[in-house]
């Protein structure tokens, strides 16, 4: 079976500081992984998604990037956090074509002071 | 990408039947709906997906028209439980390949 993997559970950081969240997926290759964010009592919205190793597409533009070194690993990253950045992080995959169905992983709940 | 619209909020009593319409009308031809369940600080939950007419499983039913342009999940006999926020999601394609848009989600409250 798959399972999908999100550290840390949560995480406090000063402004300025830098970032990085992992996801990886098990069970499965070739995965579409995603990153998205959520801030408080609000829906969520895509950051980045990738469809292939070293293939990235950046939905919103800010100072967070992705990278996916291998192919069941999703790093979300940034080099000086904002107060803006603070939210819960989940990072999801899903399928091949037209598979609609993405899996989430546990989320990361980022608090940024 | 496609939008999809969903109403923000809805509130309803314990052992009615709830209906949430998402519209969708830049669904393309090879897109799957798809709706999420989503409690709060946890990842969203899948619930049902389908591509036309109505597809039903242990949990709810989701009607869509032959148009395609909207979608309505129908939860039976909600509990307090359900109390959650409710995605609607829509496939696309672009040049990387498959791309997933969530709805703004519904926010439904079941009082009792």
């Known amino acids: 079976s798959q399972t999908i993997h999100q550290w840390p559970a949560t995480l406090v950081q000063p402004v300025g500081s830098p970032l990085s969240l992992e996801c990886t997926v098990e069970?499965?290759?070739?995965?579409?992984l995603y990153w998205y964010r959520q801030a408080a009592g609000r829906g969520l919205q895509l950051l980045f998604y990738?469809?292939?190793?070293?293939?990235i597409s950046s939905e919103v533009p800010q100072n967070l990037s992705a990278s996916r070194p291998q192919d069941r690993q999703f790093i979300l990253s940034s080099k000086k956090l904002l107060l803006s950045d603070s939210g819960f992080y989940l990072c999801?995959?899903?399928?091949?074509?037209?598979?609609?169905?993405?899996?989430f992983g546990p989320g990361t709940r980022l608090t940024v002071l | 990408l496609a939008k999809t619209t969903q109403p923000i909020s809805m509130d309803s009593y314990e052992g009615q039947e709830v209906n949430i319409t998402c519209s969708h009308n830049?669904?393309?031809?090879?897109?799957?709906i798809t709706w999420y369940q989503q409690f709060p600080s946890q990842g969203p939950r899948f619930i049902i997906q389908?591509?036309?007419t109505k597809v039903t499983n242990e949990v709810a039913s989701l009607f869509i028209p032959a148009d395609r342009k909207s979608s309505t999940l129908s939860l039976p006999r909600v509990s307090l439980s359900d109390t959650a926020v409710y995605y609607c999601?829509?496939?696309?394609?672009?040049?990387?390949?498959?791309?997933?848009?969530f709805g703004p989600g519904t926010r439904l409250s079941v009082l009792p």
């Open positions: 999801a995959w899903s399928g091949g074509l037209a598979d609609n169905e993405q899996f």
């Open positions: 999601l829509v496939g696309e394609w672009d040049n990387y390949g498959q791309n997933f848009v």
């Open positions: 830049n669904i393309a031809t090879n897109d799957y």
């Open positions: 069970g499965t290759s070739n995965p579409n």
């Open positions: 990738s469809v292939g190793i070293g293939q």
């Open positions: 389908g591509y036309k």
